[in-house]
T-cell receptor, first 109, second 114 residues
């Protein structure tokens, strides 16, 4: 079983839709959580950190549920430019990040 | 602003050959990471360096080695290349202690082993 698991998708949604991704992690000692975005054949880029109290950045909302060991990402009012792979990332012990397999989002006109 | 620079961007090698990838982190970043991303796969952590010392070790094969030099650039050396080593190799850098934990990735070096 992978340490960080995501539904690979693809999630095909129309413009303006709301879409949510979940990610589960296996190590209860996980320290920090992030969502990264990766466009096709490009490098991953930080989308947002995930705080225990939940956090929002414009159309994006991230939440953490430590008891159930999952994090979520909600995207409201989807844009065509949101089409990408969204990587759930967890920091365990040490300073390295462990990536989930990614969830692919396709926003269609 | 300066980003993480990787070279070469593309590399083609044959089985059993060797390859060296280079990474120049963002100035003043003290930590460098190497990740391997196979086709359709998520990035897999290989190894990291903090202040020129190995920090964490992931799924790096024994055929690979890496080091960080006095100017903070890092090199990933790969020997006895196998077909399965074909992948996109990302280098990332960060400043340890930053609460954001953000890693800044280079554009990657694409290795093809024939």
């Amino acid at each position: 079983r992978k340490e960080v698991e995501q539904d690979p998708g693809p999630f095909n949604v129309p413009e303006g839709a709301t879409v949510a991704f979940n990610c589960t992690y296996s190590n209860s000692a996980s320290q920090s959580f992030f969502w990264y975005r990766q466009d096709c054949r490009k490098e991953p880029k930080l989308l947002m950190s995930v705080y225990s109290s939940g956090n929002e950045d414009g159309r994006f909302t991230a939440q953490l549920n430590r008891a159930s060991q999952y994090i979520s990402l909600l995207i409201r009012d989807s844009k065509l430019s949101d089409s990408a792979t969204y990587l759930c990332v967890v920091k365990f012990a040490g300073n390295m990040l462990t990536f989930g397999g990614g969830t692919r989002l396709m926003v269609k006109p | 602003a300066a980003g993480v620079i990787q070279s070469p961007r593309h590399l083609i090698k044959e089985k059993r050959e060797t390859a060296t990838l280079k990474c120049y982190p963002i100035p003043r970043h003290d930590t460098v990471y190497w990740y391997q991303q196979g086709p359709g796969q998520d990035p897999q952590f290989l190894i990291s360096f903090y202040e020129k010392m190995q920090s964490d070790k992931g799924s790096i094969p024994d055929r690979f080695s890496a080091q960080q030099f006095s100017d903070y650039h890092s090199e990933l050396n790969m020997s006895s290349l196998e077909l399965g080593d074909s992948a996109l190799y990302f280098c990332a850098s960060s400043l340890r202690g930053r609460t954001s934990g953000e890693l800044f990735f280079g554009e990657g070096s694409r290795l093809t082993v024939l």
